[in-house]
C-alpha cells in the first residue's frame, strides 16, 4: 500500500495541476485584481478575505459588490480601523475585468494594555506561569485579532492539557478606543479545581497485572495532564509486547475529580522473522565489498510474565554469528531486566603478513581469527538517575591460532559497567549531548579462568550545536588490560585491543590497527602479525555545517590506536564526508586518509570509503 501510494502520487499531482491550470486561466478571464497602498502581512490578509477570484459573470458582480467591506474587515483583523478604500472597475466589453483596490490602511491600533486574570487552582500551576511569561501579545504592539484569538485558544488548551476541565472564561474581550488609536485586552479565567488521575485500566492484553502495574509511571490520584498520559503510553511502546496502543481519559465518568483511564491493547504478533540483506565497504584488508546475510527471530511475548528472546544468525564470508539473548523482566518491566545470552561468533582481527624476499615487501596473507562461545547473565538496571548501571557473569571459550600455537583459553568474567546518554532533544540527530561510559571486568584462575586479567574501559562521546548551523562531535575510547606478561598469549582476541574502523580511526579497516610481532614459520618464512595491545587510547573531533536541515557536509581528524608499553605507534587520519538526515537517522558516507601508517606498513591501504547509519547517540 505504501509503495502503491508513492507510485501514483507524481500522477495524482499531474491531475490535480491540469485540472486547476484551466480553472485558474478561466477565473483571470473574468476578472483581473490590482491592490496597492500596502504590503506584505496587509496585502496577504487582504487577499485572504476577498477569496478566490470569479469564475462566473454572476460571481464576478458579487465579489466586486462585497470587495469593499472585505478589504475593510480585513484591515480591522490587523488594527487599522481608520483605514481608506478606493474602488476602481475597468469594464470593457470583451476580456477580462479588472478590479483596483487602492488602499489606505491609516495609523494602526495599538495595545494599551493586556489583562489576564486567573482565578481557581490554574494560579499555582508552574507551567502555566511558564505560559504566562512567553506570551506573544504585550502592550505597544498592533492590534491583531489572530494573535488575541490565538492566546484565547492556548490557555484553554493548556487548561485542557492540565485536567482543568470545569475552566470557563468569565470575561474576554477587546475594548477599542478609535479616537486614540488603542485597545485594551481583557480576558478573565477561571480554572476551577484541578482533576486527578484515577485507577488504570488495561484491555486486550494477557500479561501479569503486577507487570503492567509497574509500567504506570504515576501515582494513581496525582494530578492530571496529558504529559502522564503521554508517559505511559511511551512505556507501553517500548516495552515491545504491542501492536497498537490507546490511552484514553474517560473525563465523562469521573468521580469525585478522579478521571478514570482506559488503555486498549493489541499484542504484537507472537513470533517476527526479519531479514536483512547488506554490504560492508571498506570494513576488511582484503576485500572492498563484504556481503551480509541477517536472519532475526523475536518472540516479544513468550508467557504472562513478559518474557521475550531474540535471536539472530548473520553470515559473511569467514565471519558467521550467532547470538540469541533471553529477557526476563524483574521489578520493573523495562528499568529491570535479566538477560541470558547464549553465542557463537567468529572475527578476525589484525592482518597477517609474510616476507617475500623476491620484492624485499611483506604480502598480506590474512587475518587473526577467533571462534568464541560464550554464554552470559546479565542484570541491567536504569537507575532514577538516569544511569544505566548492569553486572553480570560471562563465560567465554576462544579458539586461535598465533604464531602457528593453537590456542584455547576459557575465560569467566565478572563484571559491571554504568552509563549515562543526555540528549538536547529526542530526535535522532540531537542538537547536543553527552554519553559516558565506564565499565571493568576480572577473571581469576580460581574462579574458573586460564589466566588472570582486569579489563577497565571508558567512552566519552559529546556533541553540540553552534549558530545554528555549525556542529561539533567529539569521541574518546579508553582500554586497559591488566596481565602479566607470560599471561598475554592466553587472553583472546576479542579480549584485546584494535583500532580502525568507522568508530575508531577512519581511513583504515575495522580493527586492523594494533601491536604486531615477528616470528619464522615452520616453512622458514618470516612472518608478521597484528595480535592487538593491552591499551587503547582512540579520539576523534569532527566538524559538521548544516547545508539545508536534511544535508550536511562534514570534516574530521582521527588519532590514536592500540598499543603496548614496548610499541607505541599513533596514527592520524583525516577526512571529510556528506551526511543525509533522514527520519530514520543520519545516513553518512565518509572518506578517511590516513596521514601516517605503522612504521612496519602493516598498513596495506591508507585510504578507505565508510558508509554508515544511525544516531550517533
Not at 470545569?166 to 480576558?187: C, E, H, M, P, Q
Not at 485500566?201 to 498520559?229: C, H, I, R, W
Not at 574530521?556 to 530514520?584: C, E, L, M, R, Y
Request: hydrophobic share 35%; with cysteine.
Amino acid at each position: 500500500m505504501h509503495i502503491r501510494t508513492l507510485a501514483s502520487w507524481p500522477f495524482s499531482l499531474i491531475l490535480i495541476i491540469s485540472l486547476l491550470c484551466p480553472l485558474s486561466a478561466q477565473a483571470e478571464d473574468w476578472l483581473k485584481l490590482d491592490i496597492s497602498g500596502v504590503s506584505g502581512e496587509l496585502d496577504r490578509n487582504i487577499k485572504a478575505h476577498l477569496g478566490q477570484l470569479p469564475n462566473s459573470n454572476v460571481q464576478r458582480r458579487a465579489f466586486i459588490f462585497n470587495a469593499e467591506d472585505n478589504t475593510s474587515a480585513a484591515l480591522h483583523s490587523l488594527g487599522y480601523y481608520h483605514g481608506k478604500v478606493e474602488q476602481k472597475v475597468l469594464s470593457p466589453e470583451k476580456g477580462a475585468w479588472t478590479l483596483s483596490l487602492i488602499v489606505t490602511p491609516g495609523a494602526p491600533t495599538l495595545v494599551e494594555w493586556v489583562d489576564i486574570d486567573l482565578d481557581g487552582e490554574i494560579l499555582n500551576d508552574p507551567i502555566i506561569s511558564d505560559w504566562l511569561n512567553g506570551l506573544s501579545i504585550k502592550p505597544g504592539d498592533t492590534l491583531n485579532h489572530g494573535v488575541y484569538e490565538q492566546v484565547k485558544s492556548q490557555l484553554v488548551t493548556l487548561a485542557l492539557a492540565r485536567g482543568y476541565f470545569d475552566g470557563k472564561y468569565i470575561r474576554s474581550a477587546i475594548t477599542i478606543n478609535r479616537d486614540l488609536n488603542t485597545a485594551r485586552i481583557t480576558l478573565h479565567y477561571d480554572s476551577g479545581q484541578r482533576y486527578r488521575i484515577g485507577t488504570v485500566n488495561f484491555e486486550g492484553q494477557t500479561l501479569n497485572d503486577d507487570l503492567m502495574d509497574g509500567l504506570v509511571p504515576f501515582k494513581t490520584d496525582s494530578p492530571y495532564s496529558t504529559a502522564n498520559l503521554g508517559a505511559l503510553n511511551r512505556e507501553l511502546l517500548n516495552t515491545g509486547y504491542f501492536s497498537n496502543i490507546k490511552v484514553l481519559p474517560q473525563v465523562d465518568k469521573a468521580v469525585d475529580l478522579n478521571v478514570p483511564i482506559k488503555v486498549e491493547l493489541s499484542p504484537r504478533p507472537s513470533h517476527s522473522i526479519e531479514l536483512g540483506l547488506g554490504v560492508d565497504i571498506g570494513n576488511t584488508t582484503e576485500k572492498e565489498f563484504e556481503p551480509r546475510v541477517r536472519v532475526t527471530w523475536r518472540t516479544p511475548q513468550i508467557n504472562s510474565y513478559g518474557h521475550s528472546q531474540e535471536t539472530s544468525l548473520e553470515w559473511a564470508p569467514d565471519k558467521p554469528k550467532f547470538l540469541s539473548t533471553y529477557t526476563i523482566p524483574l521489578t520493573h518491566p523495562l528499568n529491570d531486566q535479566l538477560k541470558i545470552r547464549v553465542g557463537m561468533l567468529r572475527d578476525k582481527y589484525g592482518v597477517t603478513q609474510v616476507f617475500e624476499p623476491e620484492d624485499n615487501t611483506f604480502r598480506n596473507t590474512g587475518e587473526l581469527e577467533g571462534n568464541k562461545r560464550l554464554f552470559g547473565i546479565i542484570r541491567q538496571q536504569k537507575l532514577e538517575s538516569q544511569w544505566l548501571f548492569s553486572y553480570s557473569v560471562e563465560a567465554i571459550r576462544e579458539y586461535y591460532t598465533q604464531s602457528e600455537i593453537d590456542y584455547d583459553p576459557t575465560f569467566v568474567l565478572f563484571g559491571s559497567s554504568i552509563s549515562k546518554t543526555t540528549r538536547g532533544d529526542s530526535s535522532l540527530d540531537p542538537k547536543s549531548g553527552f554519553f559516558q561510559h565506564y565499565s571493568i571486568e576480572y577473571a581469576d584462575p580460581s574462579l574458573g579462568s586460564t589466566v588472570r586479567l582486569a579489563r577497565l574501559q571508558t567512552k566519552y562521546k559529546w556533541i553540540d550545536t553552534f549558530f545554528d548551523k555549525h556542529r561539533i562531535v567529539s569521541r574518546l575510547d579508553l582500554g586497559i588490560n591488566l596481565a602479566a606478561d607470560e599471561d598475554l598469549p592466553f587472553i583472546p582476541p576479542s579480549l584485546r585491543y584494535f583500532a580502525g574502523g568507522d568508530q575508531s580511526i577512519r581511513g583504515y579497516s575495522y580493527q586492523e590497527l594494533g601491536p604486531y610481532f615477528e616470528y619464522t614459520s615452520s616453512d622458514d618464512k618470516l612472518i608478521r602479525q597484528v595480535i592487538g595491545g593491552r591499551y587503547l587510547m582512540v579520539g576523534s573531533l569532527e566538524y559538521q555545517y548544516y547545508l539545508t536541515p536534511s544535508w550536511r557536509v562534514a570534516t574530521f581528524v582521527d588519532a590514536g590506536n592500540a598499543f603496548d608499553v614496548d610499541q607505541i605507534d599513533p596514527i592520524i587520519s583525516v577526512g571529510g564526508g556528506v551526511h543525509w538526515i533522514t527520519p530514520i537517522g543520519p545516513i553518512k558516507l565518509d572518506v578517511g586518509v590516513g596521514l601516517k601508517g605503522t612504521e612496519t606498513d602493516t598498513v596495506s591501504r591508507p585510504w578507505r570509503i565508510h558508509l554508515t547509519m544511525g544516531s550517533e547517540l
